[in-house]
């Protein structure tokens, strides 16, 4: 009797992390940790001075208060009062909503219209092909039925 070896551990691994979905995502999660940078530096010059130009450039000191009196220290630790700090919210959604509209407009728009051109040169060769081969197939009949008008309908060996 012979045992029948399972995979070894190391074995389940290697094959765990070849598979498509893993490394894909393994690309992605890097590629969006590089991405966060440009986003932030995004938000700090161009978001943050428009905010500026408003009110403050850091969105951090919006608040308002439930229960007064509001007293908040340098280092966030509130000292008094119920503040919310809506600043803070109103950055994180602004930083989303920019980090969403710059991966939809320079990534996954242009690679979805990659895929479309992609796919219409694909169908457009397949549809030319079936052409072809349709043109091909019409013209070895007419060649066939003139053959066998030449030899006289062709119901016998050809004649030399």
């Not at 009196?69 to 008094?80: E, H, I, N």
């Not at 996954?108 to 079936?130: C, D, H, I, W």
Request: charged share 20%; hydrophobic share 45%.
């Amino acid at each position: 009797m012979s045992a029948k070896k399972d995979p070894s551990v190391l074995e389940g691994f290697k094959a765990f992390l070849m598979r498509g979905n893993v490394v894909d995502l393994a690309v992605a999660v890097v590629i969006g940790a590089a991405f966060t940078n440009i986003v932030n530096s995004v938000v700090k010059g161009v978001i943050n001075p428009v905010v500026g130009a408003i009110g403050t450039q850091n969105l951090d000191h919006y608040s308002s208060c439930l229960k007064d009196p509001c007293k908040v220290g340098a280092d966030g630790t509130v000292k008094s009062g119920v503040p919310i700090l809506w600043g803070s919210v109103l950055g994180a959604t602004l930083t989303f909503v920019i980090t969403a509209a710059v991966v939809y407009f320079l990534m996954v728009l242009p690679m979805s219209r990659y895929l479309a051109r992609q796919a219409a040169r694909k169908a457009a060769r397949e549809g030319t092909k079936e052409i072809i081969e349709v043109t091909e197939l019409e013209v070895l009949k007419e060649i066939r039925d003139a053959l066998l008008a030449q030899n006289g309908q062709g119901t016998g060996p050809a004649k030399r």
